[in-house]
């Protein structure tokens, strides 16, 4: 045989072979997804609301598809370090991330961020949303919002207001509402929501913007006194306390979890997990447990959540300018 003609051989039998494989499309890659098992990368330690979330759903998700789906905690940076794992992964869905408000927070408050908070991943679904909790010592003047917002405005004492950290939701809800009020205000910033809390209770400070599951415990031990949420309305499991918003209107911070991927992920992959994810979030067991902690279940499309963390990140970008926010 000569040499053109064993060249010609060896390129038929790559040619039928190639032929014989058929390539796999979008469609077929859904139809045996997953086929191995499901990381969710997780921005926080075990044992806080974003854990407890991301494992219930890794649990609901091991369940539908017999692929066991892991959490892989990745708490420091805040966030940071998840996304940047997450931003780099294939996007094949094997790889997803349990992103938080703090993921928008952090693209207002560090421009200069190794990736675009929406642009660089693939969102797929809100999950819950939740106001914070404005809580006072027990001994504060104050018991209604309307005393609440006099006391700022007419105490002579200087106002102080602690939170979790810089950049964290207590943080802003104290910018804004200095910002909305006019009262002016010192941030105190602890290492975690639990110092901050203590201090509270002990009186080193005036208020604080709290997390719901956090700081319930502590009013119904009578140590703290809820004043207000600041989700735009009521919650279900405190019917009683009123939103910020009834006395000061416009006034919201609202915490939220979410599911998302890398960038580029397959449309009908991602059309798979939306509809897991979203069967999970309107589960009767999984919305009395959530509703119990203060939050309320979303379950939206991928579009309309792009569109909300777009809005979201705008919405912290201008009040940091408007504030003169300093985060060094």
């Known amino acids: 045989m000569t040499t053109r003609s064993r060249h010609s051989t060896i390129a038929c039998v790559f040619l039928i072979a190639g032929c014989a494989i058929p390539a796999i499309t979008p469609a077929v890659a859904a139809d045996v997804y997953p086929s191995r098992p499901i990381r969710i990368i997780t921005p926080a330690q075990p044992g806080g609301t974003t854990d407890f979330l991301a494992r219930l759903l890794a649990t609901h998700l091991t369940e539908v598809w017999k692929q066991q789906a892991i959490v892989d905690n990745r708490g420091s940076a805040s966030g940071i370090n998840a996304a940047e794992i997450t931003q780099h992964a294939a996007p094949d869905?094997?790889?997803?991330?349990?992103?938080?408000?703090q993921h928008t927070v952090n693209a207002a408050i560090q421009p200069r961020l190794p990736y675009h908070a929406v642009n660089d991943f693939t969102p797929i679904s809100q999950i819950t949303e939740a106001g914070t909790l404005l809580v006072v010592n027990a001994s504060h003047p104050a018991k209604t919002v309307k005393e609440f917002v006099d006391w700022t405005r007419t105490t002579k004492e200087p106002i102080n207001f602690g939170?979790?950290?810089i950049g964290s939701g207590g943080h802003l809800g104290g910018e804004l509402y200095s910002l909305m009020t006019g009262v002016k205000m010192q941030h105190i910033p602890y290492k975690g929501t639990g110092p901050a809390i203590v201090d509270l209770i002990a009186g080193q400070y005036h208020f604080n913007f709290a997390g719901l599951t956090g700081a319930?415990?502590?009013?119904?031990?009578?140590k703290l006194r809820a004043i207000a949420v600041s989700a735009p309305k009521r919650v279900k499991a405190l019917p009683d306390?009123?939103?910020?918003a009834e006395v000061l209107?416009?006034?919201v911070i609202v915490g939220w979890y979410g599911l998302a991927g890398p960038a580029r992920m397959p449309k009908p992959v991602v059309a798979k997990l939306h509809a897991e994810?979203?069967?999970?979030?309107?589960?009767p067991a999984i919305v009395k447990r959530m509703t119990a902690l203060g939050s309320e279940m979303v379950g939206s499309d991928p579009e309309t959540f792009r569109q909300f963390m777009l809005a979201d990140v705008k919405k912290w970008a201008d009040l940091v300018k408007r504030s003169g926010m300093k985060f060094d």
């Not at 306390?241 to 910020?244: G, T, V």
Request: no cysteine; charged share 5%; aromatic share 12%.
């Open 93 to 101: 869905g094997h790889t997803l991330f349990m992103v938080y408000h």
């Open 163 to 165: 939170s979790a950290g």
């Open 216 to 222: 319930l415990a502590q009013v119904s031990a009578g």
């Open 241 to 244: 306390i009123p939103a910020l």
């Open 249 to 251: 209107p416009g006034f």
């Open 277 to 283: 994810t979203v069967a999970f979030a309107k589960s």
